[in-house]
């Protein structure tokens, strides 16, 4: 009989992993526009993230994070099922 053990820490490790991966890919998206994306966090099923430069006072920072980054992420990573602005420091 095998018995496999994952840890919940090592599964949140790759899917934090797999979300900055995605966010690599479409944030060129952004950056021609003079605006950037940072993860934060990702917590029950919400990616955090900061926007920056351009996109960070844009009016369309919402609906750049809502009809870009959080459609793709669902796409692309398992267990995501929002993306929200993350709260400033």
Do not use: N, W
């Not at 920056?52 to 994070?65: L, T, W």
């Not at 459609?71 to 602005?85: D, H, K, N, S, W």
């Amino acid at each position: 009989m095998l018995v496999v053990v994952i840890f919940v820490s090592d599964i949140m490790d790759s899917t934090e992993q797999l979300i900055i991966a995605t966010l690599d890919k479409i944030r060129h998206f952004l950056q021609k526009d003079g605006g950037d994306v940072e993860f934060v966090s990702f917590k029950e099923g919400i990616v955090f993230v900061r926007m920056h430069g351009a996109c960070q006072d844009c009016v369309y920072a919402d609906a750049d994070i809502k009809e870009l980054v959080e459609v793709i992420l669902q796409e692309e990573v398992p267990g995501v099922i929002e993306v929200r602005l993350a709260q400033a420091q």
